[in-house]
Antibody
Framework: EVQLLESGGGLVQPGGSLRLSCAAS????????MTWVRQAPGKGLDWVSH????????IYADSVKGRFTLSRDNSKNMLYLQMTSLRAEDTAVYYC?????????WGQGTTVTVSS | DVVMTQSPLSLSVTLGQPASISCRSG???????????LNWFQQRPGQSPRRLIY???NRDSGVPDRFSGSGSGTDFTLKISRVETEDVGVYYC?????????FGQGTKVDI
């Protein structure tokens, strides 16, 4: 079964850091681009970042550029989102999803709350 | 960024009746490879988003055939031929042609 499982969310103070992880299973992870999408409480979907299959290319939304870093370990089938200088507006459920032009598999999400 | 505009933002439908959601993009979504990367997602209450339609009109496996997608260029539509109880949720369009990818605001469908 194709599956994505996010972890690492939690409560963090403004200005703090957090690393999200996404464990992939049931498909060939190393041949798929991967994406993070977030959803603030009661709001719509917000595209965050994408990484190419080999990890050599990353693209970020302007709202997170310079603060978030996306990486992957294809030997472990893992995706990572390092988040620094967190702001209240980063509070959201963060989903990892498979794909680039389309997102055909989504995880269940992990919740990040930025608050003092 | 390519702005994706959905309408209506809220839709109250009668069981068994049709429903239609419009999605307009600020730029053409035709990519250089000739494909149009317009997707539709469904998010039921308390659940993760689920892809319904990709490349304008291709329905995902397991998606009932009452769902259909159409359109071209900058103007797209998701139609539900006969709404059922399980269709309650929020529907989003997303363009996968331009960077950054962008979503519509979402259309809430209730009965």
């Amino acid at each position: 079964e194709v599956q994505l499982l996010e972890s690492g969310g939690g409560l963090v103070q403004p200005g703090g850091s957090l690393r999200l992880s996404c464990a992939a299973s049931g498909f060939t992870f190393s041949t798929n681009g991967m994406t993070w999408v977030r959803q603030a409480p009661g709001k719509g979907l917000d595209w965050v970042s994408h990484i190419s299959p080999g990890g050599d290319t990353t693209i970020y939304a302007d709202s997170v550029k310079g603060r978030f870093t996306l990486s992957r370990d294809n030997s472990k089938n893992m995706l990572y989102l390092q988040m620094t200088s967190l702001r209240a507006e980063d509070t959201a459920v963060y989903y990892c999803a498979r794909g680039s032009t389309t997102l055909d598999v989504w995880g269940q999400g992990t919740t990040v709350t930025v608050s003092s | 960024d390519v702005v994706m505009t959905q309408s209506p933002l809220s839709l109250s439908v009668t069981l068994g009746q049709p429903a239609s959601i419009s999605c307009r993009s600020g730029q053409s979504l035709v990519y250089s490879d000739g494909n149009t990367y317009l997707n539709w997602f469904q998010q039921r209450p308390g659940q993760s988003p689920r892809r319904l339609i990709y490349k304008v009109s291709n329905r995902d496996s397991g998606v009932p055939d009452r769902f259909s997608g159409s359109g071209s260029g900058t103007d797209f539509t998701l139609k539900i031929s006969r709404v059922e109880t399980e269709d309650v949720g929020v529907y989003y369009c997303m363009q996968g042609t331009h960077w950054p990818r962008t979503f519509g605001q979402g259309t809430k469908v209730d009965i």
